[in-house]
């Protein structure tokens, strides 16, 4: 049975002007769309997807594997959803152009968070390599400029494509009947768990949020693709070029304080960045017209034991390898 919802249990019509008043009332209008249950269960099925079968293809052959990942594991399933509901692409999905005045902000935005990122990771590992922990290398630098370009396209304009159009495309908006906050931050921890990553939990909760705000100040979820290649991009180069690992594992923890004046510019650029969003945007500020509550209605249910499930396994696999333990350092 589909599970749609019905006009009448749909929050709206909505007040106040702007990109989204207008947007909400429109999905008002069409009175069904994908609801909390539905994206729950597309979240699931792609979670699934990535430990069965993406694990797999990448173990085979990343660059190959993660193609396959991105674009037939991640996307497929959201492309489903979207076309069995019959979803309108601009108001549901916000398919809009993204304009002009808002691509320095979101480099701006990006580069900032990026580099606090960087800080946050590299100071958890420190301090886990105090404690004897061996960082895992998930991700080999690129050793070629032509390897470079492959990383470019798989994991910053696939990942950049795919995963937005999941997350901010489809999940996040079949939550947003609970409010925009309660979506931004349910969506931002499916994001993060997502990931599977115990070290890197914190920072792609972050990155995810950030890039729900984005979309939803920007009104178009170019804004969130945009976001998302360029956190990439910096990655990759970070890779390319300083030939270390992804979280900045060598960083020496007792010349960690040489990172501060770092830190303060980052905050710095990422005040300024979400007080330019917000200065360009028709949308007004989030948390002053958050609906109770910061999760949405009927958050925790089966589906999300599970997946918390499968994260903390994943997590402890991460743990257990990097401290050496049971012998499966060897791994």
């Known amino acids: 049975m589909d599970n749609y919802r019905r006009k009448d249990s749909f929050t709206g019509p909505f007040t106040g002007g702007g990109i989204e008043t207008e947007r909400f009332n429109k999905l008002y209008d069409q009175g069904r769309k994908p609801d909390l249950k539905t994206g729950m269960r597309l ?11 993406g694990s797999v293809v990448q173990g085979l ?17 959201a492309l489903w959803i979207l076309n069995r509901y019959r979803v309108d692409r601009v108001t549901f999905v916000r398919i809009r152009p993204l304009k002009f005045r808002f691509i320095p902000v979101i480099i701006l935005l990006s580069a900032s968070f990026w580099v606090l990122n960087m800080i946050i990771a590299a100071g958890m590992v420190s301090g886990l390599m105090e404690l004897g922990y061996e960082p895992i290398v998930v991700l080999e630098p690129p050793q070629t ?6 990383y470019l396209f798989v994991i910053s304009i696939s990942a950049g494509i795919c995963e937005e159009i ?63 290649m360029l956190n990439n991009l910096f990655a990759i180069t970070y890779l390319y070029f300083a030939g270390q690992q992804e979280t900045a594992t060598e960083v020496d923890p007792h010349a960690y304080w040489i990172a501060l004046p770092l830190l303060i510019l980052a905050l710095a650029g990422a005040y ?47 743990l257990v390898v990097g401290f050496g333990w049971f012998g499966l350092d060897v791994l």
């Open 43 to 53: 979240y699931l099925v792609v979670f699934l997807l990535l430990l069965v079968i």
């Open 272 to 318: 300024s960045g979400l007080k330019l969003l917000q200065k360009h945007a028709d949308v007004k500020p989030l948390l002053k017209d958050r609906a109770a509550g910061w999760l949405p209605r009927g958050w925790f249910n089966g589906i999300l034991v599970i997946a918390l499930f499968l994260f903390l396994l994943m997590a402890m696999i991460e």
């Open 145 to 150: 400029f032509q390897h470079y370009l492959v």
């Open 61 to 77: 052959n990343l660059e190959i594997g993660m193609i396959i990942t991105q674009w037939v594991l991640i996307l497929l399933p």
């Open 166 to 228: 999941l997350f901010r495309g489809t999940i996040m908006p079949a939550m947003e009947d609970h409010g925009l906050v309660p979506a931004i931050v349910f969506s931002s921890l499916l994001f993060a768990l997502f990931h599977i990553s115990f070290l890197n939990l914190i920072s792609t909760f972050m990155i995810g949020a950030v890039i729900a705000v984005v979309v939803i100040k920007t009104g178009s979820l170019w804004g969130g693709i945009f976001y998302h």
